[in-house]
């Protein structure tokens, strides 16, 4: 067994399915903000029940979340030991920071937000989730930070053999930075207007009480898809003349790229430095997929008159494209980090030499027990936001008045 190997699809393996936690959180958060906001406006009661009941699902999934980014943590300390003393001192600064000023502040916001319903203000409780959702995008961004200097390091000197920050303000104007975040925003923000659409479409196509309440939900995921897929779309296109010159060898070859790996190969010795064909496949099918759920345009019309709703079909389409998001995500993540092989950092630091000294076992051992672990966390969570959300918005636990049952909770519609 190849211990590199292991280590690799470790990594894979600990960094997609937290991702998906990752595009759910913040594409649900950005949506309360809206639901909530537009309570504090109307004073509808129908709004509050939307947001309790799309803010319940978000707290699963945030908390299991942080899990699936804890174990991740580990498998940095435990298998890439090289990349922490090579280029510890560049990259961990704005892991610290994500750490200390977003996700702290983010979990604080969301504790208060949590345990705040009916004991403060409605205007107070509002700013505290949408301190939430910025702190969730700030977290986002010093994340995409971190991983841009993989993909092209900036504004670090070597001295030592290791890699030590010199111009901070590099690593903020990073070529590889601004359209990939944009991206990832987008992505997210399709990720949760698909996932409202198609609950959504589910409570319809069961016919469920709270027709109106649903039927709102539905149009309003499917208007954030519709945005969010042209944003995805024109974002993910405008990267590829950056990549293109930060990253010569990712998309094929040419005289840039033949010069560059010249110089590799008389710095680091003969190889092949040409990525895995698995990140241009990945690409293709991700660009299909995006494609293909630009086609949630022509649902708009359709899906603004009741009787179109009552046919079912449409309800359907949408129920059925739930999991293509999700695997676009996930192709577009591979295309990106698999794309910069055999490099972590690219250019300047090879795979083989970023992984620990352990033997292909222990390896083997930690692969298995962070894939059954991240396994049954991403099947728990799914379980719980499959069960929370087929019992509808009747009566959300989240934000339950002390006592009992909320007096909104009955099965009129509260929509017009």
């Known amino acids: 067994m190849d211990t590199l190997l292991l280590a690799r699809l470790q990594f894979a393996t600990t960094t997609s399915i937290h991702f998906l936690f990752v ?4 594409g649900l958060v950005t949506l309360l903000v809206g639901l909530q906001t537009a309570w504090l406006l109307t004073g509808n009661p129908a709004w509050e029940r939307l947001t309790r ?13 942080i899990a699936t980014g804890i174990v ?29 000023v977003a996700f702290f502040l983010e979990s604080t916001f969301l504790g208060m937000w949590i345990f705040g319903w009916h004991r403060l203000r409605r205007g107070v409780h509002l700013a505290l989730l949408w301190g939430v959702a910025l702190t969730a995008y700030a977290s986002a961004f010093w994340i995409m930070v971190a991983n841009s200097w993989l993909q092209n390091p900036v504004g670090y000197e070597l001295r030592d053999g290791v890699a030590h920050l010199t111009d901070f303000t590099a690593l903020l104007t990073n070529p590889s930075l601004g359209m990939a975040f ?83 190969t008389a710095r680091f010795g003969p190889g092949d430095y040409s990525p895995p064909v698995l990140s241009n496949v990945g690409l293709g099918f991700m660009i299909l997929i995006g ?68 033997d292909a076992g222990m390896m083997l051992a930690s692969l298995i ?14 379980t719980l936001l499959a ?24 099965p009129e519609p509260a929509f017009a």
């Open 23 to 26: 595009v759910v959180t913040l």
């Open 53 to 65: 009941f799309w803010g319940q699902l978000y707290v699963i999934n945030y908390v299991l979340g």
């Open 72 to 100: 991740m943590e580990f498998q940095f300390g435990l298998n890439w030991s090289g990349l922490s003393r090579y280029v510890g001192n560049v990259f961990g600064a704005p892991l610290a920071i994500e750490t200390l």
């Open 182 to 264: 944009g991206h990832v925003v987008a992505a997210a923000l399709l990720t949760g207007g698909v996932l409202m659409a198609a609950v959504s479409a589910w409570h319809l196509i069961r016919r469920t009480p709270d027709f109106a309440l649903f039927r709102t939900s539905l149009r309003i995921g499917l208007v954030t898809a519709a945005v969010a897929v042209t944003l995805v779309q024109g974002f993910g296109f405008a990267q590829f003349g950056p990549v293109a010159q930060v990253q010569p060898t990712k998309f094929g070859g040419g005289p840039e790229a033949d010069a560059l790996v010249a110089e590799w």
């Open 291 to 358: 494609f293909t759920l630009g086609c949630v345009w022509l649902l708009l019309p359709l899906l603004w008159r009741d009787w179109v709703i009552r046919l079912r079909f449409p309800l359907w389409l949408i129920l059925f494209a739930l999991p293509l998001p999700f695997v676009a995500v996930i192709l577009g993540w591979i295309a990106r980090e698999v794309g910069r092989q055999p490099w972590v950092a690219y250019g300047l630091l090879p795979t083989g030499q970023a992984v620990s000294g352990v």
């Open 369 to 382: 027990g962070f894939s059954l672990l991240l396994g049954a966390l991403a099947v728990t969570n799914w």
């Open 387 to 410: 069960r929370h959300a087929a019992r509808g918005a009747a009566d959300p636990a989240l934000g339950r008045p002390p006592g009992g049952r909320d007096d909104d909770a009955r």
